[in-house]
């Protein structure tokens, strides 16, 4: 076997899992030319045509699909292999990249990523806010942090904050101008911020617990947002009703200018995972992240609930 076969292979592989000749080298760090180069030198080796090309896409032939099942867990090994003898010997060192909500990011690594980069100088962390549920594995993430029930199978996953509910508040400057509602029927006499999903371009109704049952209630919106944090600057300048979940609440410094509203209907969420593909906790700097958000993180976000 020629000596350049595995890093033939290596490169179809990121080839096969970005589905773009100029995506793989970016993630290879190696220019586009070298990368079709090599696979053309793979294909004319094999005598088999891997890749389709048209103008719009880039599609695995049945040969090309053939290969990269066939050849797939020889190379994680390989990699596996060589990035623990390198963990081994060295520091944890190298780049973790993460999706994580908005949410997440202000109750989870926002009080501690400061101190994580100053204990591991070595790694880089990359974070990324998504409030849309990331394939971790299709988009190249080490990590993602979500609600537990949005999780994908044959994921590890570890508990970072209690299960939490989405509050009603408003300022308290609206609250004596205004009055707050006691009971659902008169929700409806009250402006409702609005938000929207960025991903799904659609309004998220407000969705009430009644006895563990959930009902959506109409209520007018004279705004609408597509940010959470906004929504909180909206409550200050009493535009109405907003949604803040509780434990992000329990965060804020501005906490005892917002009153809250029939908190008996709040409507119940899972707690915030730290999930990632099993062979992540394989690699040192993998292992770091893991450690430090569940032995670090995990205590301090669990008072907030307290």
């Not at 549920?133 to 537990?148: A, P």
Request: with cysteine; proline share 4%; hydrophobic share 40%.
């Amino acid at each position: 076997m020629q000596k350049n076969y595995y890093q033939q292979l290596m490169i179809f592989h990121t080839i096969a899992k970005t589905k773009n000749i100029s995506a793989a080298a970016r993630q290879l760090e190696i220019s586009v030319a070298a990368v079709s180069k090599s696979l053309q030198m793979l294909e004319q080796h094999l005598g088999l045509a891997l890749i389709q090309r048209t103008t719009r896409k880039l599609t695995l032939t049945e040969a090309g699909e053939k290969l990269v099942q066939q050849t797939s867990t020889a190379i994680n090994q390989i990699e596996d292999s060589l990035n623990n003898l390198q963990s081994w010997a060295n520091p944890p060192a190298g780049t973790v990249r993460m999706t994580l909500s908005q949410l997440a990011f202000y109750l989870v690594l926002q009080p501690h990523y400061a101190e994580f980069c100053q204990q591991y100088p070595q790694i880089q962390l990359e974070l990324s806010i998504d409030n849309a549920v990331v394939d971790i594995v299709e988009q190249h993430f080490d990590f993602g942090i979500r609600f537990g029930h949005s999780i994908e199978e044959g994921m590890i996953a570890h508990q970072l904050t209690t299960p939490m509910q989405e509050g009603l508040f408003v300022s308290k400057r609206y609250a004596q101008q205004y009055g707050i509602p006691t009971t659902l029927e008169e929700l409806s006499s009250h402006p409702l911020i609005g938000h929207r999903f960025i991903t799904h371009n659609r309004i998220n109704p407000l969705t009430v617990n009644i006895q563990g049952i959930e009902k959506q209630i109409q209520m007018k919106s004279q705004l609408i947002l597509n940010d959470t944090e906004m929504v909180l600057d909206a409550i200050l300048q009493d535009f109405g009703i907003g949604r803040i979940f509780d434990l992000r609440y329990q965060q804020l410094a501005q906490r005892d200018q917002l009153v809250p509203v029939l908190p008996q209907y709040w409507r119940q969420f899972p707690a915030l995972y730290l999930y990632y593909f099993p062979r992540q906790q394989q690699l040192k700097r993998a292992k770091a992240v893991i450690d430090f958000l569940f032995l670090n993180c995990q205590t301090k976000c669990n008072t907030l609930s307290k």
